[in-house]
């Protein structure tokens, strides 16, 4: 249902939104609706953006490559992207101690807008 007073969806009962999906994309049981939803995210293209654990172990004390990562909490994964950009900035503080406040692509004082 969709609260009034945000506009948000909020959902009561996973297991009737799980069934509405499956019944919309006309397959039979979960294992094949999160297929088709896989298939069908507008965002998975961005998952070789990020850096997944390789150290997580499953069940039976074995490395694991699939790793489902739930935890808003935290920074989350890591962009591959984060070394270079914090690098080429520690680069910049080295050679241009504080006036990298005000200069640069990423000027420090204005990082944050």
């Known amino acids: 249902r969709i609260r009034p007073t945000d506009g948000c969806v909020e959902v009561v009962d996973v297991g009737i939104a799980l069934d509405r999906l499956a019944r ?4 039979d049981g979960y294992d094949e609706l999160l297929k088709v939803l896989d298939e069908n995210d507008p965002l998975k293209h961005l998952r070789d953006e990020f850096v997944f654990p390789q150290h997580i172990r499953d069940d039976a004390g074995q490395k694991s490559d699939d790793v489902i990562y739930f935890l808003g909490n935290s920074l989350g994964l890591m962009p591959r992207r984060s070394k ?18 005000f200069s640069g692509d990423l000027p420090w004082m204005t990082m944050d807008r």
């Open 24 to 27: 919309h994309f006309n397959v």
């Open 84 to 101: 270079e950009i914090v690098n080429r900035e520690l680069d910049k503080w080295g050679s241009m101690a504080i006036e990298g406040h």
